[in-house]
């Protein structure tokens, strides 16, 4: 509708100034008149888009930030599981490496860790709505810039570190799992010998560099709390849509 008057007062324009009916000074009033009222349509245009695009920008930033949330709650449940598991683990082999020279581990003992002795945890986030948004260029519509950061900060940096500890652990896993199925042997009474292939000392030197998720649990930690900020913050940007 802009663009129509913009069109019609500028013919107007064109036709007042090669008028021949108006002296010069009734054509210079028509001029001044006409080029105000275009230069307001103009302004009017612009303001009229740009407020409608700031407002579907921000309808665009709502629903990504509703759906982080989502994820971010999923990516909260597991975090917490495997905190869990890793400091199952960590106990497990703080057992396996507290026996003393020439003492075999208690196999009944030692049954009660199976499940964490032969597992591998590692994160997984739900990170494609983050990396879609990013790709897409608009992770700075975020105006709130105290959120834009922690985002930008758990996905690229606190998320890939806890990762890169987890793959580093994972591997020295890797390895004890390879000693143990190379040496392990089965018993008469169809059980295996873990118990003493554990107390031996590659098995106790293996374990040995196991024991230690510190650094692990504090990324996780670290990891969990931004996570909850997050959370925080967009419940109080939207809170009529908390769940």
């Known amino acids: 509708m802009a663009e129509q008057e913009i069109i019609k007062h500028t013919k107007k324009v064109y036709r007042v100034w090669n008028s021949k009916q108006h002296t010069t000074w009734q054509k210079i009033k028509e001029f001044a008149v006409e080029i105000f009222i275009i230069v307001f349509a103009v302004t009017i245009s612009i303001w009229f888009h740009n407020w409608s695009e700031h407002r579907h920008e921000k309808t665009v930033v709502k629903e990504f930030l509703l759906g982080l949330k989502e994820d971010l709650q999923k ?80 996905y690229q940096e606190d998320i890939p570190g806890l990762i890169s500890s987890t793959d580093k652990y994972t591997e020295r896993k890797v390895e004890l799992f390879k000693y143990i199925a190379q040496t392990r042997k089965k018993n008469p009474d169809n059980t295996y010998n873990l118990n003493v292939v554990l107390s031996a000392d590659v098995g106790q030197n293996i374990c040995g560099s196991i024991v230690y998720v510190g650094e692990i649990l504090e990324r996780y930690g670290k990891c969990l709390q931004t996570s909850k900020n997050i959370i925080k913050k967009i419940d109080e940007l939207y809170p009529g849509d908390s769940k």
Do not use: C
């Open 75 to 154: 990516d909260i449940k597991e975090m917490e599981i495997d905190s869990t598991v890793y400091a199952r683990t960590s106990a497990a082999f703080a057992y396996i490496t507290s026996i003393k020279y020439g003492e075999i581990l208690n196999e009944d003992s030692l049954n009660k860790f199976q499940d964490v002795i032969f597992n591998t945890t590692g994160m997984i986030p739900n990170n494609g709505r983050f990396e879609g948004f990013k790709s897409s260029g608009k992770i700075g519509l975020i105006e709130d810039n105290a959120l834009q950061n922690e985002i930008l900060d758990l």
